[in-house]
């Protein structure tokens, strides 16, 4: 099969549009994600670079309205009571609910998780490859019209949430994927390039 080495203009430039146009996103219209735009998403994300072809990504999917959705609720719930310290009582029973009404709401969950390596080195190249493939997913994602947050905090803390999913105690957390359609516009600003490059 030849390999195609150069690419129409309007194919370049929808590229780099949904590189400077997908936000993260955390408020979602209540409209379901099908399963084949999921589908897409994750398919996309097994394209992300990875050497040595170790293919370190570990996915979860976790539906809506499901019992697993609701222990992780709980989970969620526990961690941010115990650990979000306020001397509020009240600010604290607050931002407990929150995060676990967060969690209920969300169209579509995802954990995403990255298997360790033979040695330090791969185990670094297999999560550094396993954000590339996050980075996949959310640009599918938005070419679907679907925006996705990224945590690393309150979702992705409990410490019973891998056996929950079912992930080996190995693998290590990268992400938990708030996802769905955007309830709002999104805006955000990047510094230039050229404050944060050194041409030498």
């Known amino acids: 099969m030849a390999i195609a080495v ?14 400077r146009n997908r936000r993260t ?9 099908p399963r084949g735009v999921v589908d897409a998403m994750l398919e996309a994300a097994t394209w992300a670079p990875n050497h040595r072809l170790t293919n370190p990504w ?10 697993v959705r609701h222990k992780i609720a709980e989970l969620v719930h526990e961690w941010t009571y115990q650990n979000v310290k306020n001397p509020n009582e009240e600010r604290r029973v607050q931002s407990a609910e929150q995060a676990k009404q ?5 169209p579509v969950m995802l954990y ?3 298997v360790p390596g033979r ?28 925006a996705v947050g990224w945590s690393t905090g309150k979702p992705a803390k409990p410490a019973a949430l891998p056996s929950l999913l079912g992930a080996d105690p190995s693998w290590r957390l990268v992400a938990a994927l708030f996802s769905g359609y955007p ?10 390039v050229s404050e944060v490059t050194k041409w030498l």
């Not at 570990?58 to 019992?67: C, I, K, L």
């Open 119 to 146: 040695d330090e080195e791969e185990t670094t190249e297999n999560y550094a490859a396993t954000c590339c493939a996050v980075q996949n997913l959310q640009i599918a994602a938005h070419a679907h019209g679907v």
């Open 112 to 114: 995403v998780f990255t």
């Open 183 to 192: 309830a709002q516009e999104l805006k955000q600003e990047r510094k230039p």
């Open 25 to 33: 996103c955390r408020s979602f219209t209540s409209e379901p994600v």
């Open 6 to 19: 150069g690419m129409v203009p309007q194919a370049k430039q929808a590229i780099l549009d949904a590189l």
């Open 58 to 67: 570990r996915f979860f999917v976790v539906e809506n309205g499901g019992p």
């Open 102 to 106: 967060e969690v209920l709401i969300a």
